[in-house]
């Protein structure tokens, strides 16, 4: 497994679904996703984490391997909710791990549709334990 040499995570987070509002509820008050040394970023440039999360068509699903080939080793990827492993609940036959299962190696699964944002939280903390 990657050594994590660092104090603090910059996460990007990509896709369309409604995993993100409780991704980035964790930077808020009530959870202080920061006072663990975690960041999120808008370009992928700076990030150590990319977060998957929600549905993707075609275009979105290059957009994505983009992104990943944009962040800088060593990097880690963590997959959040259902849409991601089982498909959307609107459209169940595409699966995205499956498509990008040869390019992209995934670190982390946080399942739930959407899950809470402890659950993120925690799937972040064990990241940062693998130091």
Known sequence: M???????LNLFVVGLGCCKQEIFATAGPTYDISRFGVNFVNIP?????????GFYNSIAEERLLDYYSCIR???????VGKCIVEGSIL??????????APDIN????????PPRPEAFIYSILRLKDLQ
Do not use: H, M
């Open 2 to 8: 990657k050594s994590l040499v660092k104090n603090s």
């Open 45 to 53: 440039e700076d990030a150590d984490v990319l977060v998957i999360q």
């Open 106 to 113: 995934i670190d982390f699964f946080v399942p739930g549709c």
């Open 91 to 100: 459209f169940t036959g595409y699966k995205l791990i499956e498509r990008i």
């Open 73 to 79: 080793e060593p990097k880690w990827v963590i997959a």
